[in-house]
């Protein structure tokens, strides 16, 4: 009876240490996949930070030397070869881009917002519909904007190059983000807000409008916000439909001019001077979306503290 006794625990030892020893195996190796994991994770972070850094760095050393006062205000100039460096200013193409962003903002974001808000309080199948259009303009090409802004307006409607037109494409492409960013933010509105608006007798439309709305009012800025940013650096769909000028225009019906258009113009030149120039205008178009996007992340983490 004894040696039974002694046998069973000796076996119950020996399994403990077998278990014992196959866990801190298991450990062993996980520990060693995840060294590895977190050192391809860093390599490739490294990787991708590399071009973004060189780019930042020769935006600010080529793009610094060319920004002065008169880059923003004075209105841009044809070099000659007695005067190779009178490049002018950029003026036309600030004022011009943000007309753009102001007539492109007031056609996209209202129509986005209340989109957004029908997708996201409706279950019909012409809302799942929609749902898939808005998500495959997302990843549309942005040169199909412009080709559909270039056929409606200045072939269809003949209106010619316009800013109307190229706010147009611009809108097109703002919408499904702003249409996307507003659903997710409705649908994170608390269901009990809007039982407790209808329980109290309000109608639906108001409850959205009234309680929804408000609510997810921080989400709905930040991705209108994203989507201006998005629109501002867009190069391809004004390209097509804004015809350029050299003085400060900003009329709906008028050609303007647009900071990606004077650098796609001014990489083409073949003066020494504009080119350069070209360096200090991406800077000033990285840093107004960087500007954008930066307000929009504080925007978002303001409103996510204060709802705590």
């Given at each position: 009876?004894?040696?039974?006794?002694?046998?069973?625990?000796?076996?119950?030892?020996?399994?403990?240490?077998?278990?014992?020893?196959?866990?801190?195996?298991?450990?062993?190796?996980?520990?060693?996949?995840?060294?590895?994991?977190?050192?391809?994770?860093?390599?490739?972070?490294?990787?991708?930070?590399?071009?973004?850094?060189?780019?930042?760095?020769?935006?600010?050393?080529?793009?610094?030397?060319?920004?002065?006062?008169?880059?923003?205000?004075?209105?841009?100039?044809?070099?000659?070869?007695?005067?190779?460096?009178?490049?002018?200013?950029?003026?036309?193409?600030?004022?011009?881009?943000?007309?753009?962003?102001?007539?492109?903002?007031?056609?996209?974001?209202?129509?986005?917002?209340?989109?957004?808000?029908?997708?996201?309080?409706?279950d019909s199948k012409f809302a799942e519909a929609m749902r898939i259009v808005a998500q495959t303009m997302a990843g549309a090409p942005s040169i199909l904007m412009g080709l559909f802004a270039f056929s409606v307006f200045v072939k269809y409607m003949h209106l010619g190059f316009?800013?109307?037109?190229?706010?147009?494409?611009?809108?097109?492409?703002?919408?499904?983000?702003?249409?996307?960013?507003?659903?997710?933010?409705?649908?994170?509105?608390?269901?009990?807000?809007?039982?407790?608006?209808?329980?109290?007798?309000?109608?639906?439309?108001?409850?959205s409008l009234r309680i929804v709305i408000p609510s997810a009012l921080s989400g709905i800025v930040t991705g209108s916000l994203l989507a201006i940013a998005r629109a501002v650096g867009e190069t391809a769909p004004v390209l097509l439909v804004i015809g350029g000028g050299y003085?400060?225009?900003?009329?709906?019906?008028?050609?303007?001019?647009?900071?990606?258009?004077?650098?796609?113009?001014?990489?083409?030149?073949?003066?020494?001077?504009?080119?350069?120039?070209?360096?200090?205008?991406?800077?000033?178009?990285?840093?107004?979306?960087?500007?954008?996007?930066?307000?929009?992340?504080?925007?978002?983490?303001?409103?996510?503290?204060?709802?705590?």
């Amino acid at each position: 009876m004894m040696n039974t006794m002694q046998h069973d625990a000796n076996g119950t030892t020996s399994t403990r240490d077998y278990i014992r020893q196959r866990a801190d195996q298991l450990r062993a190796r996980r520990l060693a996949v995840s060294k590895v994991m977190i050192i391809l994770c860093g390599a490739a972070l490294v990787l991708t930070a590399i071009p973004l850094v060189v780019l930042i760095e020769q935006l600010i050393v080529r793009g610094v030397s060319q920004i002065s006062w008169g880059f923003f205000t004075q209105l841009p100039q044809s070099p000659t070869l007695s005067a190779p460096n009178a490049v002018g200013g950029v003026s036309n193409a600030v004022v011009g881009t943000l007309a753009l962003a102001l007539y492109a903002s007031i056609m996209a974001i209202p129509v986005g917002v209340l989109t957004g808000v029908y997708l996201a309080e409706s279950d019909s199948k012409f809302a799942e519909a929609m749902r898939i259009v808005a998500q495959t303009m997302a990843g549309a090409p942005s040169i199909l904007m412009g080709l559909f802004a270039f056929s409606v307006f200045v072939k269809y409607m003949h209106l010619g190059f316009t800013a109307l037109a190229g706010a147009f494409a611009l809108a097109v492409l703002m919408l499904p983000v702003v249409t996307i960013s507003t659903e997710i933010a409705v649908r994170n509105v608390p269901s009990t807000l809007r039982e407790a608006g209808l329980a109290l007798g309000v109608k639906p439309h108001k409850v959205s409008l009234r309680i929804v709305i408000p609510s997810a009012l921080s989400g709905i800025v930040t991705g209108s916000l994203l989507a201006i940013a998005r629109a501002v650096g867009e190069t391809a769909p004004v390209l097509l439909v804004i015809g350029g000028g050299y003085i400060n225009e900003w009329r709906p019906l008028n050609p303007v001019s647009a900071l990606p258009l004077s650098i796609f113009m001014g990489a083409k030149s073949v003066w020494p001077a504009q080119r350069a120039q070209v360096w200090g205008i991406a800077l000033v178009l990285v840093a107004f979306v960087f500007i954008l996007s930066l307000t929009a992340r504080l925007w978002a983490g303001r409103s996510a503290k204060g709802r705590k």
